[in-house]
């Protein structure tokens, strides 16, 4: 599961709102989020949020539109970092992209990256298996 990952300020997250939630929706790009230098959310496509659901338990998220989102970022950065809420944006009537905590991202990204690993290991292993039986 390969994605972009780019980092951005909070302001410039603001500032290209659009294009931003359009990467996240179209060209599977995870957007660290930073105020005052530190990462404190992370924007991620909505198909990968689906599947790394799946392997970490996450909270529902909360769904705010676009714009509310764009207008109320400070606040919706503040529920993400400090009380670990998922926030979904929706663009008309679609969710665009999420934002969730660091740490919930860090053990999704482990735990998918583990998941992947012990897939292409069983794949190479096997036909030595198979070798080994016939001689």
Known sequence: MSHDTRRAPSEDLRLHWGPALADALHHRVHREVTRND???AVLVPPHWYTTARRAVTAPAPRSRTSRAGREGLTR???AVEYESAHVAITRYGRTAGLLVPVGWYRTAIDALTVGVEDTV???EEAPEEEAFAER
Request: net charge neutral.
């Open 38 to 40: 530190r990462v404190s």
């Open 76 to 78: 919706v950065l503040d």
């Open 121 to 123: 290991g069983d794949r």
